[in-house]
């Protein structure tokens, strides 16, 4: 079963900040924070990913809070193209380090 | 740098047929994990291989198969097609794979349709 739970939908206007909530109570001390996205259909793509830091790269920031139960993945500008299913997910630290994954949230940017 | 490929790009089969998907990973990475996707649904994990064996495998049953090449790229594959089986296989590639911090990179996926 997932570790994470994300709302099913959320809506943001072009232009403005997304803000991602994903709660992940039960995550272990050396358990890492993934965020993807997926564009309809097409492959998941890399966003970001933490342990107990913020982290910034060239696509959003991510902030993960001090009893890491929770993280918000922040896409600063938001654009039509970011409309997409984003996944949160804990990367289980197991001899495979395989990625289980939620529903996601369904994120629509609105012009 | 050429990404991680996958083909075919779709692929239609009939119930009980046998399907060979195929993966090229990132140059220079080692392992390769492929994923389910059901429609409507999050990608499920199925195999994970690193240095041509087996490291991993999720809850999928023996018709489900997979093999990894000496230059890294892997084949994935399904016997006795059944209608449940349509779907969106993923492959993804990471370096080593064997750390939290190793990001796996996926490719556009094979569409399986089953009819």
């Known amino acids: 079963d997932a570790k994470t739970t994300q709302p099913p939908s959320m809506d943001c206007a072009e232009g403005r900040a997304a803000n991602l909530p994903c709660n992940h109570s039960?995550?272990?001390?050396?358990?890492?924070v993934y965020w993807y996205r997926q564009i309809h259909s097409q492959g998941p793509q890399y966003i970001i990913h933490?342990?107990?830091?913020?982290e910034t790269n060239e696509m959003a920031s991510l902030i993960i809070t001090e009893d890491r139960k929770s993280s918000t993945l922040i896409l600063p500008h938001a654009t039509l193209r970011d409309t997409a299913v984003y996944y949160c997910i804990v990367r289980v630290g197991n001899s495979n380090y395989q990625l289980i994954w939620g529903a996601g949230t369904k994120l629509i940017i609105k012009p | 740098d050429a990404g991680v490929t996958q083909s075919p790009t779709h692929l239609i089969k009939t119930r009980g047929q046998h399907v060979t998907l195929r993966c090229s990973p990132i140059?220079?990475?080692?392992?390769v994990s492929w994923y389910q996707q059901v429609l409507g649904q999050g990608p499920q994990f199925i195999f994970q291989?690193?240095?041509?064996?087996?490291?991993g495998r999720g809850n999928f049953p023996d018709r489900f198969s997979a093999r990894q090449f000496p230059n890294y790229s892997s084949e994935l594959n399904v016997n006795a097609l059944l209608l449940g089986d349509s779907a969106l296989y993923l492959c993804?590639?990471?370096?080593?794979?064997?750390?939290?911090?190793?990001?796996?990179?996926f490719g556009p996926g094979t569409r399986l349709t089953v009819l």
């Open positions: 993804a590639s990471s370096l080593a794979g064997l750390r939290g911090t190793d990001t796996q990179y």
């Open positions: 933490g342990l107990k830091n913020n």
């Open positions: 291989y690193y240095e041509k064996e087996e490291r």
């Open positions: 140059s220079g990475h080692k392992s």
């Open positions: 039960t995550i272990s001390g050396n358990e890492y």
